[in-house]
């Protein structure tokens, strides 16, 4: 059974960093490209960056590019997100997900929150 967890949302202000973790079971994650995505309060969900199985190439949307760096360690089934320069834009629950088991499956984790306010 698939399961993702992501964690480490919080609030910080403007300029600020956070990262954000994203443990799975339950499918072959070493053979999985990753995504994470965001969703804010009344928008669509949204594309925020991938990474291929192997770690070797990554991808983003044109905003976050420079500010956010996706990552993965296949021995502890984990994507992660590391943001900087967190603006209010940026506000919203974070999803990571594998495509195709997204495709297969159409399950979602919980998300975790992130919050930019001063």
């Known amino acids: 059974q698939v399961h993702l967890v992501e964690s480490g949302g919080g609030w910080v202000q403007p300029g600020g960093s956070l990262i954000l973790s994203c443990v799975a079971s339950?499918?072959?994650?070493?053979?999985?490209?990753m995504r994470w995505y965001r969703q804010a309060p009344g928008k669509e969900r949204e594309r925020v960056a991938s990474?291929?199985?192997?770690?070797?190439?990554?991808a983003y949307r044109d905003s976050v590019k420079g500010r956010f760096r996706i990552r993965r360690d296949n021995a502890k089934n984990t994507t992660y997100l590391h943001m900087n320069n967190l603006q209010p834009e940026d506000t919203a629950t974070y999803y990571c997900n594998a495509p195709a088991i997204l495709m297969d499956t159409g399950y979602w984790g919980q998300g975790t929150q992130v919050t930019v306010s001063s």
């Open positions: 990474i291929c199985s192997d770690g070797r190439s990554a």
């Open positions: 339950g499918f072959d994650f070493s053979n999985h490209t």
